[in-house]
């Protein structure tokens, strides 16, 4: 009789790593924090522009997934159910420091090295593929800061689309919209974005 | 340029890869003969990619291990969470917590002063009943009078046929010996009494607020060092009586209160020394009222009890037997007496 050993764990789906956390298995749901928690933290960061908010929304996020895994009924992917509690809480958030009027920190620095963890630039190769657009540094470290100025409309869009690499159908599922308004949102933040980027540039 | 206005929008989707196969080969086809969208197209794919590449938040090593913390419910103890942060919460959480607030404090203060009647009539018998030291059982001596009509201040009790007895203490469980002052819990008693008394609210209006001596707990039943038990047909002018005599005797009365079966009672407090001059004086008065009716019948049985109530062998005319104990007096100073006066219909 073999136990399921970690080589077997990681190969275990959400859905089926759900449904061992709603039997009472904990060590799935920690293998579903473990598996999930970049992504968490990353969307939480992109859409906060703050390390300790990302963190603690991207913590509160899988607290609140413990609590309520017993009502998940598979009706969508983990990681949109994920996503839209990260998302949920990042509002919170905005509201919660628009209230004590702090806007959005914007860094330029494209490093940031804080005591939880690491950021770091990736930036594309600057290789020839076709349809690949090259991005240099100097590239991204603008777009950062223009994001941040971003209406967190506009960069919850973003974010979903190219950082979480989500299609359309997706991201409605995950803001609770038609795909016609996510096509026009992510069109419109584009746009902003854009044109913000000329300004400086 | 005219396509391009038309086909604007639909160039996101076209990077994103979201069109519909023939919306896909339209816009390809408008591209294909247009440098501008070309250029457009290729600013988009760099902007996708740009945010694709922004700086990423990597976990702390720790991060599953506060999610489990946090499951357990336990506060942050890195220290990023002062006191004042949970006292300077947001305001939508902190206005209902204060607003909580006030509504325990007022349920808390209604339930301290509205039913301030009862409280003010309770809180001194409670402080009785701890603090005041039993008496010991004397011999029941006892000396009946008969009466044919009740005191003056009662007339409307003329035709009331009231008989009086009182029984020794030795019936009553003795109540536990306590040196403590119980005086000021008697004289608070005594102001709101004789305040009540005063304005002639002593039946009815009075009788719905009390019934503390309704139950077997009643806070005096083990302290009454005597049960007089008086028939007659109203209990409001027995009360109102014995608390017009007990007043220059520096004592008092508690409200009357349904003790069942169409019983009332209430209780007598008296300084340990004016507990004799009570019984004698009230001896004299029903004395004084049976001679002038010229109804006078005296008994005496010392062994009588509560529970077998002397039944008068002069009813005519209404008179009013009174069977009192002697000699509960003087034996030690005490900070208080008290006398159970029960108020039982007439036997006809």
């Known amino acids: ?24 298995d904990d060590a799935a749901f920690d293998e579903l924090v473990l598996r999930h928690q970049q992504r968490a933290l990353n969307v939480a960061f992109q859409l906060l522009r703050d390390h300790e908010d990302a963190a603690e929304v991207a913590q509160d996020a899988f607290v609140r997934i413990y609590r309520s895994i017993g009502g998940f009924r598979g009706d969508c992917e983990f990681t949109t159910w994920l996503h839209q509690i990260v998302v949920n809480l990042a509002r919170n958030k905005h509201r919660w420091w628009r209230r004590r009027g702090r806007h959005a920190i914007v860094s330029l620095d494209c490093t940031v090295e804080t005591d939880d963890g690491a950021l770091d630039v990736q930036v594309a190769a600057p290789t020839d593929a076709p349809d690949v657009a090259v991005v ?49 949102r992510i069109a419109r933040a584009r746009e902003t974005l854009r044109e913000r980027m000329k300004d400086e540039g | 340029m005219k396509d391009c206005s038309h086909i604007g929008t639909e160039l996101s989707a076209y990077v994103d890869s979201e069109l519909a196969p023939e919306k896909r080969a339209e816009v390809e086809k408008h591209i294909a003969g247009c440098p501008r ?86 809180l001194p018998a409670t402080a009785m009943q701890r603090e005041s030291e039993p008496a010991p059982a004397p011999p029941a001596e006892t000396v009946v009078a008969t009466a044919a009509q009740p ?38 008693w005594t102001v709101d009494q004789r305040g009540v008394i005063g304005t002639n609210r002593v039946e009815g209006s009075m009788r719905q607020h009390l019934d503390f001596s309704q139950t077997a707990g009643s806070p005096f039943v083990q302290q009454a060092e005597e049960v007089i038990v008086v028939q ?45 001059p009570f019984k004698a004086h009230f001896t004299e008065a029903e004395k004084l009222m049976a001679r002038r009716q010229n109804v006078l019948q005296l008994e005496s049985k010392a062994e009588d009890r509560a529970d077998s109530m002397i039944v008068p062998s002069a009813s005519v005319g209404g008179a009013t037997n009174v069977v009192v104990p002697l000699g509960a007096s003087g034996e030690e100073p005490k900070q208080s007496a008290v006398l159970e006066i029960q108020v039982v219909p007439p036997k006809r």
């Open chain 1, 1 to 24: 009789m073999e136990r399921v050993g970690i080589g077997e764990t990681a190969t275990r789906s959400d859905a089926e790593l759900v449904a061992q956390c709603q039997s009472g």
């Open chain 1, 136 to 184: 240099k540094a100097e590239f991204v470290r603008l777009l950062n800061a223009r994001m941040g100025e971003l209406p967190p409309k506009f960069r919850e869009v973003l974010v979903l689309r190219n950082v979480e690499d989500m299609n359309y159908d997706q991201i409605a599922a995950t803001l609770g919209c038609s795909v016609g308004t996510v096509k026009s």
């Open chain 2, 37 to 122: 969208c070309q250029q457009r197209v290729a600013g988009l794919r760099e902007l996708a990619a740009g945010v694709a590449a922004l700086p990423k938040a990597q976990p702390a090593p720790q991060f599953l291990a506060e999610v489990r913390r946090k499951i357990r419910g336990e506060r942050d103890t890195s220290g990023q969470r002062s006191w004042a942060d949970i006292v300077f919460r947001p305001f939508w959480v902190k206005v209902p917590l204060e607003a909580l607030a006030v509504v325990v404090l007022l349920i808390g203060a209604s339930a301290l002063f509205l039913p301030r009647s009862r409280q003010a009539r309770r």
């Open chain 2, 151 to 188: 005191a003056r201040e009662a007339p409307a009790a003329a035709n009331g046929f009231a008989r009086m007895r009182a029984a020794g203490r030795d019936e009553i469980a003795p109540a536990p010996a306590a040196p403590a002052p119980a005086a000021k819990a008697a004289a608070e």
């Open chain 2, 232 to 276: 007659s047909d109203n209990p409001g002018t027995v009360h109102s009586r014995v608390a017009f005599m007990v007043r220059p005797l520096n004592g008092s009365v508690t409200p009357t209160s349904d003790a069942g079966q169409g019983v009332q009672k209430f209780y007598v407090l008296l300084p340990p020394e004016n507990v004799a």
